[in-house]
């Protein structure tokens, strides 16, 4: 099984990430706008459009307000198996350490997501130092 791991740092407080990381519903308007173009709840189950116009539906697994930790799972399209969690550690005196993992079947899907969680991570640093930015 293919493991993916992204991390970033994020010049923001872990609670603002995990803030906007939380809201299931809103991926398109506070962590990601423009990586995913559109998002919506059809039950438990997100369904999202990316920037590339690949739609998904993504199943909600956990969501850790402790440990500032949510989990899904892509339940259609390409994959045999899609397991995903993303992760907001305190990194400095105000920064955070965000940390996505996807473990994911068939293996050959790894060239073409690694590079998207790249930029879905690069994207959501910009976002959200950006929403701080505004703030101060």
Request: glycine share 6%; net charge negative; hydrophobic share 45%.
């Amino acid at each position: 099984m293919a493991s993916i791991r992204t991390e970033i740092t994020i010049d923001a407080s872990p609670e603002a990430v995990w803030d906007a990381l939380r809201d299931w519903a809103a991926v398109d308007e506070r962590l990601v706008p423009g990586f995913v173009t559109a998002a919506h709840l059809d039950g438990e189950d997100r369904i999202v459009t990316f920037f590339n116009g690949t739609v998904a539906r993504e199943r909600l697994v956990d969501l850790d307000d402790e440990a500032h930790r949510l989990v899904w799972s892509v339940v259609d399209g390409p994959f045999t198996h899609h397991n995903a969690s993303a992760q907001a550690f305190a990194e400095g005196e105000r920064g955070t350490r965000f940390v996505w993992i996807a473990d994911l079947l068939p293996n050959e899907l790894v060239t073409r997501i690694a590079p998207l969680m790249d930029q879905g991570a690069r994207a959501i640093k910009e976002t959200l130092e950006s929403a701080r930015a505004s703030v101060a």
